[in-house]
């Protein structure tokens, strides 16, 4: 993790959303902030992602420009493979900024739309709606990302 990243997130572990329960960032247990979360996913993310996280059709295969469908955001999808922080960061900056090398996507980054504290609310919420075995698996990444290296 680079410098900027780790002050980043030094900055977003001492949230005021962020439990001492939880593992990771998002605030998932948070009846509040999942439901303002939920709210503003419908109004910014649903068009590409579902109403029911559900995706675009085909995800996985690359259209004729090369890039890839919306995928789900729900248990099917591999959204919950990815730590905290790497969700954080494709949310505010979009996926061709972080994964860069030409990597094409049409996922924006939604920086100049979401504060922070709206974007850790809107994948608390998709959080909050995955079965508690990818749950645990998610948590469990999480804290693998946050361990000191060796």
């Known amino acids: ?46 068009a590409c992602h579902g109403t029911n996280l559900e995706g675009q059709n085909n995800w996985r295969d690359r259209d004729a420009d090369g890039y890839l469908p919306a995928p789900p955001h ?21 996926t061709e900024a972080i994964v860069g090398n030409g990597y094409k996507s049409n996922m924006m980054g939604f920086d100049d739309v979401l504060s922070d504290h709206e974007i850790l609310e809107v994948l608390a919420y998709i959080k909050s709606t995955w079965p508690r075995r990818v749950i645990d698996t998610h948590n469990r990444i999480n804290q693998d990302a946050m361990a000191p290296a060796d």
């Open 74 to 94: 729900d248990k099917t999808g591999h959204t919950w493979h990815h730590p905290d922080t790497q969700l954080f960061m494709i949310t505010k900056h979009g």
């Open 1 to 46: 993790m680079n410098k900027t990243a780790l002050a980043f997130v030094t900055v977003l572990l001492a949230s005021p959303l962020r439990t001492e329960a939880q593992a990771g960032l998002l605030p998932y247990t948070d009846a509040e902030a999942v439901a303002h979360g939920r709210v503003i996913y419908e109004a910014q993310c649903a």
